[in-house]
């Protein structure tokens, strides 16, 4: 029998294991997911369509659209295909952290990522690579679900969100990253060696996940200790009934009893598996009444619905817009470039701008809302500008501003709820944001741009949607503070 106790004594950490390279595999990890996102949004592997002049002289398109004759809705799709396979896996991964091992699930996850992506550079057709695209997704799912509570674990107390912005700069670096680097292989050679390259990348880091000794998630039982519990009560009830049982068939136990024993112990461990299923739904629907009864989770989330909107619709279309609004002659290495530098500086500024600050929800709020609303008005006021240096420099500013936001929305994600809670907390933001977010608002854009034929215009509309965000997230933060208020005035009225 294994003591109650032991279910919850903390396993010893692996001895490759230090919280600084801990952080650094995930970074990288991190940053080869997000390279894959900038990399099918570049010129060079997303590419152009055949396009024809008045003289009735074509030029022949390049790239996936080129290749699979897309329309900029089809072109939009593939950007967010792989939402598909992420709404689905999220949940299920960080349910099922609570009955497998969390880092063996990053270990699977990192697996099907890279098999998918090998899939793209082999795809035949458009309905092939959106399939591949969605499996990216569940690939993904399990990384963005487990990653940041490891972190989160980890890091120095009075560092906490400036390892998260460590980490959620590998966001906008591996997105620039994609751009340059899908420019590069996708014009000098061809866009299905970017594929390639990718899953070539993340393939020792799949690897490494299934080999080495795995860490546990704060919060958590260690799994062996729970699958030696579950064995013992399983083995004791099926005991129980198989006692019962015989007592009640007296003398027919002594013709083909063993047989009699075999089917009561099938039947018994066939109910066993389907309770098992049961209470794992029961327990996530709990989970899930849990977090959307959370007023601070499901404000925090609506503000970053609406800043993932635009920041998605940027990533994918931000080079094409750039090079029809300005001509630029290297439309993705000057966006990589230009983000490659802000996202870095900005989403390292936020995490440790809320450290000094005091890191509380209160004050990640501010800094939410600040940050949103003061790069909404400098990205607005660069699409509004003739000049291309003048639109650089106002553009890099709001950059900078909005990326601040990144190691705060996930701090308050990850500790407005219990510790068992935060692997669900950051799947359902990441699907949400996601799901309402990026993954609709590229072929929106792309619908938006067909109808009025007009980049700047499109730009425009798409940005004051950053305002809405910094209001949303300024909620957040009145609530707060009025909870705060309620709480001093029930003390002064009911003192100790």
Same mark, same amino acid.
């Given at each position: 029998? @294994?003591?109650?106790? %032991? ?58 659209? #080129? ?15 792989? &939402? @598909? ?41 458009? $309905? ?34 400036? $390892?998260?912005? &460590? ?19 996708? #014009? ?13 990348? &993340? ?14 998630? +704060? ?24 006692? %019962?049982?015989? %007592?009640?068939?007296?003398?027919? &136990? *002594? ?14 461990? +066939? ?9 794992? *739904?029961?327990?996530?629907? +709990? ?10 989770? @499901?404000?925090? @989330? ?24 300005? /001509? ?45 609303? *003061? ?22 500013? #709001? ?34 944001? /996601? ?5 609709? %608002? ?17 730009? *425009? ?36």
């Amino acid at each position: 029998m @294994v003591p109650p106790s %032991s279910s919850m004594d903390p396993s010893p950490p692996p001895s490759w294991f230090t919280p600084k390279r801990l952080l650094i595999i995930f970074c990288v990890i991190n940053m080869i997911n997000y390279v894959d996102r900038g990399a099918i949004a570049s010129n060079g592997v997303n590419g152009s369509s055949e396009t024809c002049d008045d003289k009735g002289i074509c030029k022949s398109g390049s790239g996936i659209q #080129g290749e699979f004759d897309l329309t900029n809705f089809q072109d939009g799709l593939l950007s967010s295909a792989f &939402m @598909v396979g992420l709404l689905v896996a999220s949940p299920i991964f960080a349910s099922l952290a609570k009955s497998y091992n969390p880092f063996r699930l990053i270990g699977v996850g990192l697996s099907v990522w890279t098999l998918s992506v090998a899939g793209c550079a082999s795809a035949f057709s458009f $309905w092939f690579i959106a399939i591949c695209r969605m499996l990216v997704g569940v690939g993904e799912a399990s990384f963005i679900s487990l990653a940041a509570p490891f972190i989160d674990d980890n890091a120095p107390v009075s560092q906490k969100t400036a $390892w998260l912005a &460590m980490f959620y700069m590998c966001i906008p670096t591996g997105i620039a990253l994609g751009y340059v680097y899908g420019g590069y292989v996708g #014009g000098y050679f061809h866009w299905r060696y970017a594929f390639w390259g990718e899953a070539l990348l &993340m393939l020792p880091f799949a690897v490494f996940g299934f080999l080495v000794k795995p860490l546990q998630l +704060k919060g958590f039982s260690p799994v062996e200790s729970k699958k030696a519990l579950a064995s013992v009560e399983t083995v004791s009830s099926v005991t129980d009934v198989a006692d %019962s049982k015989a %007592s009640k068939l007296d003398g027919r &136990m *002594l013709v083909g009893g063993d047989g009699i024993i075999g089917d009561e112990l099938s039947k018994t461990s +066939k109910s066993e598996s389907i309770h098992n299923i049961l209470n794992q *739904l029961s327990r996530f629907a +709990k989970d899930m009444k849990v977090l959307l009864v959370d007023k601070i989770y @499901v404000v925090n @989330v609506f503000g970053y619905i609406a800043y993932n909107f635009v920041i998605g619709a940027y990533s994918y279309w931000g080079p094409k817009a750039g090079y029809n609004i300005y /001509h630029m002659k290297s439309a993705d290495m000057l966006f990589g470039g230009v983000t490659i530098v802000c996202g870095i500086l900005g989403t390292i500024s936020g995490g440790f701008i809320l450290d000094r600050m005091g890191a509380t929800i209160s004050n990640a709020f501010i800094l939410l809302s600040g940050a949103t609303f *003061l790069g909404a008005i400098s990205c607005f006021s660069a699409f509004c500008l003739r000049s291309l240096y003048g639109f650089i420099v106002l553009f890099a500013v #709001g950059e900078l501003l909005v990326f601040a936001t990144q190691a705060p929305v996930n701090y308050v994600c990850l500790h407005c709820v219990r510790p068992s809670l935060r692997p669900l907390s950051m799947a359902i933001s990441t699907v949400s944001i /996601h799901i309402f977010g990026d993954v609709p %608002s590229s072929p929106l854009v792309g619908i938006l741009q067909d109808h009025i034929n007009n980049w700047r215009d499109t730009a *425009l509309i798409l940005t004051s949607i950053l305002f809405l965000a910094a209001g949303i997230w300024f909620i957040g933060f009145c609530y707060m503070l009025s909870t705060s208020l309620m709480m001093e005035v029930n003390q002064s009225l009911h003192p100790e």
